[in-house]
């Protein structure tokens, strides 16, 4: 029978590289600390908080330096007798209006079994039901609102939590908001009075370079992999992918972790740079077939034609002989076709999901038109492609002509 057994021989601490980990220290955002400590000093001096809006591109250290700076916090304040803080840290990712974050946190604040339904109350009884809540903790209160851009339209909560204390609803507790959103229409879209309140102030996290996700990544290495564990250049080479497509430390620490376990599996004792080659096509196989899910047959067919022309070595290339190609493969599968405008906006579909890139080529009097072609790499798209369309003979010819043609 067999038998498990610990391996260990790469990772002496891999959950170091995972999303619940929190770090000791924060590498590389020594402005944005000073800032968001300026932003959060009058608690330290007994004023009422401010609110403040963070917002930057997924994985760039906004909730970590949240997390971190809030512990010290409550660390600090606890030289001062007339300063007592609380702290509640919502995601708002699954609740998508005021009422839905206003009752979670209500039950965040309430003991188990006392909890109220998640329907069936005017909107203002919990408001009230939350108020009373907060009055009943008293002191000063920051209420951590992470990914609140899923609150959507229905923003009520944002203008009046911050106004709760002037409309006479809050006496004991001062209330200031912390929202976290990587989502930039959010801000742009918001009520100008939410805006006012909420972005009273403001902070946004930029994209971390190489240098900086090199940095960040040596110090985690340090507690998540063995000495040696890494042969020299990997951490560079996981920190350089990072920053060309995304600049998250996230992308970068998925992929380090993803090696560890490539290189795990093979049993060997180091990570080299052929397993963050290996890791870094998975995962771009993982986003595509993410992607790929999403979108309708013909918008699967949409990227086969592309992926075809690509095999041809004739991208980029343009909507109308994408549309050709498009046209012959749907004979071949017995689908009907879809007009060309349709099959456009499957274009524009898959661009914003980052599995197409498109440039506006200028060419006078006929007017503007863009050129296509893949932004993942050729392999991880047509792997991707083999699960989830049933064209196993179109597939086959187009990775033959792909062989023909050097792509891949
Ligand atoms: N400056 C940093 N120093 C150390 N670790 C960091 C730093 N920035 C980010 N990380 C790590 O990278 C991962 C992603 O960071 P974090 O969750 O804070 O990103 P985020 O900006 O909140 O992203 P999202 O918008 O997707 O929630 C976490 O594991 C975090 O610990």
């Known amino acids: 029978m067999p038998r498990f057994e610990r391996k260990r021989r790469i990772f002496k601490n891999k959950d170091a590289l995972g999303e619940s980990y929190q770090p000791d220290s924060i590498e590389e955002r020594d402005e944005e600390i000073d800032a968001y400590m300026d932003a959060l000093q009058p608690i330290v001096d007994g004023w009422e908080p401010n609110n403040i809006f963070i917002y930057g591109n997924t994985g760039v250290g ?17 030289a001062y007798d007339d ?24 039950n965040t604040l309430r003991p188990t079994g ?18 009373e809540e907060l009055e009943a903790v008293g002191g000063t209160i920051l209420i951590v609102l992470d990914e609140v851009d899923s609150i959507g339209e229905k923003d ?26 990587n989502d930039f229409k959010f801000r742009e879209q918001l009520d100008p009075r939410v805006k006012d309140t909420l972005c009273e102030r403001e902070l ?38 990072a920053a060309r497509d995304s600049g998250s430390a996230r992308q970068a620490l998925d992929l380090l972790r993803l090696a560890g376990e490539l290189a795990e599996t093979r049993d ?33 067919l949409a990227l086969l034609t592309v992926i075809s022309k690509a095999a041809k070595d004739e991208t980029p ?35 914003m999901l980052g599995i197409l890139s498109a440039e506006e080529n200028r060419s006078g009097s006929r007017g503007n038109y863009y050129s296509y072609e893949l932004d993942v790499p050729f392999t991880s798209a047509i792997d991707a492609m083999d699960d989830v369309l049933r064209l ?7 990775r033959e002509i792909a062989v023909m043609n050097n792509v891949g």
């Not at 994209?207 to 560079?236: F, M, Q």
């Not at 992607?291 to 918008?299: F, I, K, V, Y």
Request: glycine share 4%; charged share 30%.
């Open 83 to 106: 300063v007592s803080l609380s702290v509640i840290s919502v995601n708002c990712k699954t609740l998508n209006s005021s009422y839905q974050v206003a009752v979670e946190l209500v």
């Open 317 to 351: 290339c343009r909507a109308s002989d994408i549309y050709q190609e498009y046209t012959r493969l749907c004979e071949s599968s017995g689908m009907d076709t879809l007009a060309q405008r349709s099959v456009h906006n499957h274009l524009s579909d898959l661009r």
């Open 268 to 300: 060997a004792d180091t990570i080299t740079e052929a397993e963050v080659d290996d890791a870094r096509s998975k995962l771009e196989q993982e986003r595509v077939e993410e992607g790929m899910r999403e979108l309708t047959a013909h918008g699967r």
């Open 114 to 131: 006392a909890e109220i339904s998640s329907t069936g109350y005017p909107q203002q009884t919990v408001f009230k039901k939350l108020y």
């Open 156 to 181: 009520e909560l944002l203008y009046e939590l911050p106004r709760a204390r002037s409309n006479g609803y809050l006496d004991e507790a001062k209330v200031g908001l912390i929202g976290i959103s």
């Open 204 to 241: 946004q996290f930029p994209p971390y370079d190489a240098t900086e996700l090199k940095n960040i990544l040596e110090s985690r290495a340090e507690v998540a992999v063995v000495d040696e564990g890494c042969e020299s250049g990997v951490v560079s080479l996981c920190a350089a992918v």
């Open 392 to 398: 196993d003979r179109e597939i086959e010819t187009i």
């Open 62 to 78: 906004k909730t970590a330096v949240t997390e971190y700076l809030l512990d010290v916090l409550q660390d600090d304040v606890e």
